[in-house]
């Protein structure tokens, strides 16, 4: 009889992660109380820690693709402005 494999979600690593980190639980309870192994949950542990600074990088490269979507506007608004002018001189 072959396994499955589990496939756990990010918002459940992200759980685990952070009961981890708390450590009120030691590993073999963690492991017993989500059905994970131990290993299992310290790599997800060091990931978590490792990856936390992505949570504060997000905001600042959303307000850097909004800068560059109202410059790409912007400039097909000047090209829009180009092309119509060019049609009225060339009398289209």
Known sequence: MKKT???FSAKFKTRVALEAIKEQLTL?????????HPNQITKWKKEF??????????????DQSEEDKEKLY???????VEIDF?????GE
């Open 5 to 7: 494999r589990r496939k």
């Open 28 to 36: 073999r309870e963690l492991s017993t109380k989500f059905e994970v």
């Open 49 to 62: 820690i490792a990856n936390a600074s992505a949570a504060f990088e997000a905001k600042k490269s959303k």
């Open 74 to 80: 912007t400039k097909i608004g000047h090209l829009q």
């Open 86 to 90: 060019l049609k009225h001189v060339l």
